[in-house]
């Protein structure tokens, strides 16, 4: 937990050294293909590409102000490991094949011993787990806040069969509605993100958080610094900053082999009116690197606010 109170500290204060560059951005394309409820509808105006003064030296990051039609980024490479923010998309997925509104728990799983089993061997790939034993009752609500606020790798798992539909039709339906959404550098090969070879662009990672954001339970439980999981006991998040500097979501993601990423979001009120930005932030090294990719999301976050402020 040291490195948590580590995390959470140097997050709020937002230590992150930036270098000013010329803005190259491209225009992300977004084909929006909503699902049926219990996500919302909105019409966002044609994208156009703004530049900001300030990039993240060396760090890959796009963002968006969708209600404005702002996007820009810095990185045009191939796509990169994107660890736990695959779980943006599982969560996406899970919630159109069982819709749940804001109330309500949804099905349950029961927990069986292969799903013990298969939590041991996530932890034993240093992947975050919560404890599970046989017989215990985990509702869709319960399975996506664990996976969502805490990152856990086995909520995942298990989130994808209590859809009751194959694990590989399950990831053929995350990279379709990846496509449907102009995601078009993204592939997913898992649910959890546990992986390397789930990959995307800053650019293609925002499509998805603003996806999520337009179910209201999602976009409600990415707000949560913590879960309470029956029988094991509150379980922090795992996403910087969020309930702070005006954060409200959505999820962090970090591998040993590629470092860390954040996707962040923020509401103001600009000119009267609540204006949402996203942000993406990947491959970030260099402990704490969940701290620096929360803070350098935010960063560029408040830049493009002042940006809409003033244009």
Same mark, same amino acid.
């Given at each position: ?61 796009? !963002? ?105 039709? !399950? ?28 990959? &995307? ?78 942000? &993406? ?31």
């Amino acid at each position: 937990m040291a490195c948590l109170v580590l995390i959470t500290i140097l997050a709020l204060i937002g230590v992150v050294v930036l270098k000013q560059v010329k803005s190259t951005a491209r225009v992300a394309t977004t084909t929006s293909s909503m699902p049926s409820s219990p996500s919302t509808t909105t019409t966002y105006p044609p994208a156009s590409t703004i530049s900001i003064s300030h990039w993240p030296r060396g760090l890959p990051a796009a !963002f968006s102000a969708p209600t404005m039609g702002y996007v820009g980024t810095n990185y045009h490479g191939t796509p990169l490991s994107i660890a736990s923010l695959t779980k943006m998309m599982t969560a996406v997925i899970v919630e159109q094949h069982l819709p749940l509104g804001i109330s309500g728990d949804g099905p349950r799983w029961t927990v069986r011993a292969q799903d013990v089993a298969m939590t041991q061997a996530l932890a034993h790939q240093d992947g975050i787990t919560i404890p599970v034993k046989p017989g215990d009752q985990l509702s869709e609500r319960l399975l996506l806040e664990g996976m969502l606020v805490h990152s856990a790798n086995n909520y995942a798992v298990m989130l994808s069969e209590l859809a009751n539909i194959p694990s590989n039709t !399950f990831i053929g339906d995350m990279n379709q509605e990846a496509r449907s959404l102009g995601m078009t550098q993204t592939t997913y090969v898992d649910t959890n993100g546990i992986s390397k070879e789930n990959l &995307s662009t800053p650019s293609d990672q925002v499509l998805v958080a603003q996806k999520l954001e337009s179910y209201p339970l999602l976009s409600r439980i990415v707000t949560m610094p913590s879960v309470q999981i029956p029988n094991v006991g509150s379980e922090p998040s795992y996403t910087p900053l969020v309930g702070t500097n005006g954060v409200i979501g959505i999820k962090s993601g970090t591998l040993a082999a590629t470092g860390a990423s954040d996707a962040l979001a923020i509401a103001p009120i600009i000119n009267g009116v609540t204006t949402p930005i996203y942000v &993406s932030v990947l491959h970030v090294v260099g402990y704490p690197n969940i701290a620096i990719a929360g803070a350098t999301a935010l960063s560029i976050a408040h830049e493009v606010a002042t940006y809409i402020q003033h244009s």
